[in-house]
Structure formats: C-alpha cells, structure tokens
C-alpha cells in the first residue's frame, strides 16, 4: 500500500509543478504583453509631437519606431528580454555600414558583437575615455567617425554603447524603452549625423 502511496503523492506534485509552472508562465506572457503595450503607448506619445518619426506595429502587436535624422532613416526596437540585449531598445541604421568596424562599449560592461578588433583607441576626450572602450580595425576611419558630437550626445545617452560594422550603426539607448523622451532622441540625432558625416575610407592607389 505505501509504494501506491508514494507513486500517488510524486504525481500529484508532478501535476502541481506543471499546473505552477504553467501559470508563471502565464503570468509572464501578459507582463510581456503589457510592458510591450506601455511602450507602444509612449512611443505613441512622441510620434504625435514630433514630425521625425512614425510607428509601426506589426501582427503581434510588436511596435517599431521609424525616424529620420536629416537624410539618415533609422529604426528603434525592443529587443527580445530573452536575448543577449535583455529587453533593451536598439536603434538601427543600416545605410551607415561600413568596412571599418568599431565598437563603442561601456568600461566594465558586455562584450559587443565585433569580435577580434586589434585597435584600442583612446579619443584625448578625458570624459569619453574614462567611459567607453574604442575598438577598432581602421584607427583613423574611428576617428573620423567618432568625432566631438558623437562623444558628447553618447555620453549624454544614460547606458548607451553603440557598434558599426558591414550591418550599419546600431545604438543601445538605455535600459527602458519607456526613458526614450526627445532629448534622448536628439542626442540619437546627433550620433547618427556625426558618424555619416564622416568622409568615405580613402581608396589606395593601384
């Protein structure tokens, strides 16, 4: 009788894991839709008060902020809380690719995915330096790229790091996409018209 009793008792806490595990899952899935519809909500906001952006939401209910910086378009989107960037909002521009790969990552934070960089840079902005860690392939491309305005509007964006490679610009703007106001985005202005104001790699003779 105890060994029946045993088997009863390890499948019903078997059944109430699944039945916890299923609610916790549940209860995941509506935080994810309800922090995806507060950002949908606040970009909703900046749209209506600004003539630079436009947003998109897609089948699943996934909004994607379209802006243009001059002659620049860009996108800004929520990464996946289960990926590498956890949650995080990336703007992208992928007519800034380059051949000249550069990351610019926070001192003491993540790798960036730009591996095997030979380069780093330091800028002779104390500031900056202290902050952020230059890696590059084209030490003088970086330089063109990274110039005063693009060091001062990546310090002024709080947890920012931004990479460049074949792929175009893309800019981590902070923690939450819920902080994204119009200073944040001005200074995403500044970024993206520094770095495509930065003239083309010179072509060796022959």
């Known amino acids: 009788m105890a060994p029946i009793l045993i ?12 039945i916890a595990r299923l609610l916790l899952d549940r209860g995941a899935v509506r935080r994810r ?4 519809d507060m950002v949908t909500a ?14 998109a939401v897609d ?8 802006g243009r910086a001059g002659a620049i ?4 989107q929520v990464s996946a ?9 990336l703007a992208h521009a992928s007519s800034l690719a380059a051949a000249a790969r550069i990351s610019l990552g926070r001192k003491g934070e993540r790798e960036l995915p730009v591996p095997s960089l030979p380069a780093a840079l330091t800028t002779g902005d104390e ?10 392939d084209d030490p003088d491309g970086a330089r063109a790229r990274v110039g005063r305005e693009v060091r001062a509007a990546l310090l002024s964006i709080p947890g920012a ?19 994204i106001d119009h200073a944040l985005l001005d200074s995403l202005r500044d970024v993206l018209q520094g770095v495509g104001a930065a003239p083309p790699p010179a072509v060796a003779a022959g």
């Open 81 to 89: 809380p289960d990926g590498p960037w956890g949650g995080r909002p």
């Open 127 to 136: 500031e900056f330096d202290a902050v952020f860690d230059l890696r590059c």
């Open 161 to 179: 790091f931004a990479w460049v490679d074949a792929g175009g610009l893309r800019v981590d703007l902070g923690a939450s996409a819920t902080t």
């Open 7 to 18: 088997a009863a008792a390890l499948s019903l806490l078997g059944l109430l894991a699944l």
């Open 59 to 66: 089948a699943l209910g996934v909004p994607t902020l379209h």
């Open 73 to 76: 378009p860009y996108t800004i």
């Open 33 to 36: 839709v309800a922090d995806r």
């Open 42 to 55: 606040h970009w909703e906001s900046l749209v209506m008060q600004r003539r630079d952006l436009r947003l």
